[in-house]
């Protein structure tokens, strides 16, 4: 999962980057906090986002060099958690004792079937950034970041437009592939 | 299609190359299409791609952008839930078996796992732990054996600070759990706002902490999570640290393609451990330093630049700070302030190198209190080695203890003095003289040297005859140290009941003292209290309130009024049992000031057990058992947490006390715990030869028997009466033990075989003083059994007064009154006076307000009964319905005996108002009930077996 792809903004490969870590690493604290909180809590995405972005833009070690390295970063890490997640959930289906007490029937296969769907969105994903780097950009910053059309033509230096556009073909992508 | 075709086909430099038709790419034909109506662009495709299979494939994008439903959630927080809440979802119902473990219930959830109360049962033992459950399952075998290797090393970590890892394992389903120490408390920070913990109080709790931490360091293992809910403070008050390096357990966990996690809570978390993740014994010490921080301010520091002291908060909850927020300021200015300052420094070089570093500075603290904060008497510390072993066997060495105690006391005063020593070398030359003496009495007892007498006959009498001159001697220009050694002198002339040394001591100690210091030196007052305390021992009440009375002022002169010696003083007061009007009040007063005293001087002065002890007992008789047991809760965590914490006096009262308060809320096992661990203290410290063991004993071995196993209790009673001697010590009061087995013998239908033990019993009583409570109790129990006997005239005296008496002495809300008039309705109803007994039910019961106890549910047998005697069936049954209900729900104290006798009544208003089937069943269970808890000459069970030959009325 951790993709050699580059950033449009950045040079720094993701994954081995501790600045990327830290992101990572706290989003998925908050998120864990979030979603333990209350029974069916929700996880509202940009809540969280730009939650992270006001409490890591207190600390001074962390320092991001322009708005969209941040919540590139974030997406980035909220997309490795969801898929975590669901390999998680996939992982406890084999495994016996824990998920047949658990989970009843249906809330199983619902679960069963999103956390395959999200590692297949995550694949597909992968491989729309391999065909188009930017379309592929736009889908994770608003899907995993929360962020909106005019937002991520700030943040890219785009024309809304141009995200439009982005957005149209990464969606088509995305939805050929899981659906093949 | 193979993924490097694909990549082929897919490849773009940018999504701006809507360029030529030499290399049509997927995007650049997808976006033409979606420009053109939908008719026109199979025509386009033709026209301008040649690969069929492309043409395919952005057929199918086309396809797909047509449609409006998206095949997967709107966004990842939709994803996200629709995969689940939680990783794994722990919601594990209570009987789920994890390993050898089975689920209790849940105690708490976290961010990556989530713990249980479980229970295991191996060989008949049965262990309750604290399972951690893993949200992560643990698959690889990689993964298996790096848990298991981390596991173990963290499993060898045993120190009764830290909660002890049990074991841990993985299912076969991949759960990964881990068993720990079950620990009973509050988080550290909760536990001083809930106590009102004083400043003292708090840093010796911290102390602990820090120690344990050490522990755990030295074995290379840190903690990586310490916050307050991770730091519980046991009800003895002792603290135990909880995931001791489960974090960085929990962390190998993660598989090769997930990212590390860091198990760290923000606030207690170290700057390098939130960037760098690099974590040493230092960032432990810096957690340390942020719960120090919001133990002393109520807050959690981060900002190293503001002192703690400067960031109370003037309206602080009450309890979060150790004293009012401006006390607390001053207290903390300086020496605390920089302790904490430089723990949570950001640089991990420049904290305290290690968590024992800190409990070092921290304990200087503690020790350099003036001495107004008094260290434990050392008159009082050698007092109890000689108690235990009056005998005057040679004891030289515990003898020596005791005075190496006392002069240990002695050098820790120099070091006091150091602190505000002007004179370097008179400091010297006192630890010198100090030294030189205690080399003397060694020697005394050494074989080596040529005696007169053979090794080891030297009695503690003869080396205290020995040391004694040595002192005034050696210790001629040094008077401080020299009064100090002369009371412990005299003190252990007293215990070896010696007067005439003790006061010839005593006198020169005084005298010193006064030369000295005028009358206004410590151990002068201490001395008058110390005459008060046996003053009130020997029920010498005057006395004592003379002796009160004149140390008072001397400690108000002595600027002593906030000092542990102060609090002694009351302690002293509330034990004064004068017929004055007032009295009563006063007492009161005194015990509360003691006890707030103390919470906040000296919360490690053996008085304070005392106190609280003494508080227990007042909220139990005056207001409510429940009110009481945090009481004792309390005193036995200020004996735990003194040094003197062996001694078993202290807790003598404590614990039956907290057994009974426990009792009263229907909490039987955790009462029988509480009376089986006050008699086990008792034996440790005493010795079974010895009385102050027989009591605690007898007490148990009573409530077995309540419970109902008579064999059980018949056995402990034997192995009690084994050791105990016969004739006894006439001093000792403790005829306790045959009392109490002669009560049972009673309620279990052997009545004529008590008779003789409660009478001899009695005279024993008679012939002390200050027995008035047992003779009340005896008196009822002997009137019980002559009933039982048949001698109604020797019982009707003895019942009927029992009740006058308690009627005007005791409260008249309280239970003692009770049970002696439904005992006395009993005997009414029983020879011909229902109308009688119908009123002294009723007078019970006038104070039931809908509580579930034994005395109650009683009285409503006994009304049940009355209705039966007059023919009113329907009165009768309800009354018997209510008390058998009742009494299934019982609390307080209770034999459960009064079970079958009831049952036996109800079963007879069942079978007179026509319900015989459901009457044999009670009369059976009665029966089957009796037959386990009585004898088998017992007057109850041929009574149920008459009740099951009745025919049908």
């Known amino acids: ?180 | 299609m193979p993924r490097r075709e694909t990549a082929l086909i897919e490849q773009t430099p940018g999504p701006d190359a809507m360029s030529d038709s030499a290399t049509p790419t997927l995007r650049s034909l997808f976006e033409a299409c979606t420009d053109l109506p939908p008719d026109a662009r199979a025509a386009y495709l033709a026209a301008h791609c040649a690969d069929a299979a492309l043409r395919a494939r952005v057929e199918r994008l086309l396809y797909a952008d047509a449609g409006e439903a998206l095949p997967f959630p709107p966004d990842a927080a939709a994803a996200a839930r629709a995969i689940g809440v939680r990783a794994a979802e722990v919601d594990l119902p209570p009987g789920t078996r994890i390993g050898p473990f089975e689920i209790d219930r849940l105690l708490g959830e976290g961010g990556s796992s989530t713990v249980f109360r479980a229970t295991r049962d191996s060989a008949g033992v049965r262990q309750q732990v604290a399972l951690k459950i893993l949200s992560r399952g643990v698959y690889s075998s990689d993964s298996q054996r790096q848990f298991r290797r981390e596991r173990q090393a963290l499993a060898q970590l045993t120190h009764p600070g830290i909660a002890r890892l049990i074991e841990g394992g993985v299912t076969s389903g991949g759960v990964a759990y881990i068993a720990l120490e079950l620990v009973d408390g509050l988080p550290i920070t909760t536990y001083a706002r809930h106590w009102h913990s004083g400043l003292r109080e708090r840093l010796q709790l911290f102390v602990q902490v820090c120690r344990a931490v050490e522990a755990a360091h030295r074995a290379l293992i840190v903690h990586r999570d310490l916050k307050p809910s991770n730091v519980f403070v046991a009800a003895d008050g002792s603290v135990k640290l909880l995931d001791f390096g489960i974090a960085k357990l929990l962390e190998t966990q993660n598989d090769d393609d997930h990212t590390r996690l860091p198990m760290c809570t923000p606030a207690y978390a170290a700057p390098e451990q939130l960037t760098n993740d690099s974590v040493t014994t230092a960032t432990d010490v810096y957690a340390l330093g942020v719960l120090l921080g919001e133990l002393l301010t109520g807050r959690r520091l981060r900002d190293a630049q503001l002192a703690p002291s400067a960031q109370i908060l003037a309206n602080a909850e009450a309890g979060v700070l150790p004293d009012t927020p401006a006390a607390t300021r001053r207290a903390l200015r300086g020496d605390l302030d920089n302790i904490v300052t430089k723990a949570i420094a950001p640089e991990p070089e420049r904290r305290y190198a290690s968590a024992g570093a800190l409990a070092e500075d921290i304990e200087r603290q503690l020790c350099g209190k003036p001495v107004a904060a008094h260290p434990p008497s050392a008159w009082y510390r050698t007092r109890k080695f000689v108690r235990r072993h009056r005998g005057g066997v040679a004891m030289t060495a515990v003898f020596l203890l005791a005075l190496v105690g006392a002069l240990g006391l002695a050098l820790w005063q120099a070091d006091v003095a150091k602190q505000q020593a002007r004179n370097a070398e008179r400091q010297a030359a006192r630890a010198n003289a100090t030294k030189d003496f205690l080399i003397r009495v060694f020697r005394a007892s050494d074989p080596r040297i040529a005696q007169d007498k053979p090794r080891g006959q030297v009695t503690a009498k003869e080396l205290l005859d020995l040391s004694t001159p040595a002192i005034e001697r050696d210790f001629a220009a040094d008077p401080d140290t020299e009064i100090e050694l002369l009371g412990v002198a005299a003190s252990i002339y007293r215990e070896l009941d010696d007067p005439a040394r003790y006061r010839a001591l005593h006198g020169k100690q005084v005298e010193r003292a006064r030369a000295s210091y005028g009358e206004l030196h410590p151990s002068i007052i201490q001395g008058l209290i110390d005459d008060a305390d046996h003053a009130n021992d020997r029920n010498d009440y005057d006395e004592a309130f003379a002796l009160l009375q004149q140390a008072d002022p001397l400690i108000r002169r002595a600027g002593l009024d906030r000092s542990a010696l102060r609090a002694r003083w009351y302690l002293a007061r509330s034990h004064v049992m004068r017929k004055d009007d007032s009295a009563a009040n006063a007492n009161d007063d005194a015990l509360d000031s003691a006890v707030k005293l103390y919470a906040e001087i000296a919360p490690q002065d053996p008085g304070y057990v005392s106190a609280l002890t003494s508080m227990g007992f007042r909220t139990q008789r005056e207001i409510d058992p429940v009110a009481a047991e945090p009481w004792f809760r309390r005193a036995i965590a200020a004996a735990e947490a003194s040094p003197q914490h062996d001694d078993a006096r202290l807790q003598q009262l404590t614990w039956p006390g907290l057994a009974a308060s426990l009792e009263y809320q229907g909490k039987y096992a955790e009462s029988e715990d509480a009376y089986r661990h006050s008699a086990e203290l008792a034996r440790k410290t005493y010795g079974e030869a010895h009385s102050t063991y027989w009591v605690p004993a007898a007490e148990f071995a009573s409530l077995v028997h309540r419970s109902g196993d008579r064999a059980r209790a018949q056995a402990l009673f034997d192995a009690l009466f084994k050791v105990i001697p016969q004739p006894w010590d006439a001093d000792s009061y403790d005829d306790y033990a045959r009392e109490f087995y002669a009560a049972c013998l009673v309620a279990e239908g052997r009545a004529r075989e008590a008779i003789p033990l409660l009478e001899a019993s009695l005279k024993t009583y008679i012939a002390k003083p200050s027995v008035e409570y047992e003779l009340r109790r005896i008196r009822l129990t002997l009137g019980d059994a002559y009933d039982l006997a048949g001698r109604s005239d020797d019982a009707r005296t003895l019942l009927k007064s029992s009740l006058d008496e308690r009627i005007a002495k005791d409260p008249p809300q309280g239970g003692t009154v009770r049970v002696a008039r439904e005992r006395w309705g009993r005997f009414l109803l029983a020879h011909g006076d229902p109308a009688g007994a119908e009123e002294q039910f009723r007078l019970v019961l006038a104070q039931e307000q809908g509580r579930h106890l034994s005395t109650f549910a009683l009285a409503h047998g006994g009304l049940a009964s009355v209705h039966l005697a007059r023919g009113d069936m329907t009165a009768a049954l309800d009354e018997s319905r209510r008390a058998v209900e009742s009494f299934a729900q019982v609390t307080g104290r209770r034999d459960v005996r009064s079970g079958p006798y009831l049952w036996l009544i109800h079963a007879e208003a069942l079978r007179r108002s026509g319900a015989v089937a459901e009457a044999r069943t009670w009369a059976q269970r009665a029966l089957d009930a009796s037959r386990r808890y009585d004898a088998p000459e017992a007057a109850s069970i041929k009574l149920a077996q008459a009740a099951l030959q009745q025919p049908a009325s």
């Open chain 1, 1 to 180: 999962m951790h993709s050699d792809a580059t950033l449009v903004t950045g040079n720094t490969a993701l994954g081995t980057d501790a600045l990327f870590d830290a992101v990572y690493a706290r989003l998925k604290a908050m998120a864990a906090k979030e979603l333990n909180r209350r029974e069916h809590a929700t996880l509202d995405t940009t809540a969280l986002v730009h939650e992270l972005y006001l409490r890591i833009g207190k600390q001074p070690e962390l320092t991001f060099a322009h708005p969209a390295q941040f919540f590139a970063y974030a997406a980035r890490a909220m997309r490795h958690l969801l898929a975590d997640r669901a390999r998680d959930r996939l992982r406890l289906r084999a495994g016996g004792d824990l998920a047949r007490i658990t989970l009843t029937g249906s809330d199983m296969q619902l679960a069963i079937e999103s956390s395959e769907q999200a590692l297949a969105l995550d694949a597909a994903l992968e491989r729309l950034a391999q065909t188009d780097a930017r379309a592929a950009q736009v889908l994770e910053l608003h899907y995993f970041a929360g962020l909106t059309v005019k937002q991520i033509a700030e943040t890219l230096q785009l024309a809304t437009s141009t995200v439009d556009r982005d957005w149209r073909f990464a969606r088509a992508f995305l939805k050929d592939a899981l659906e093949a």
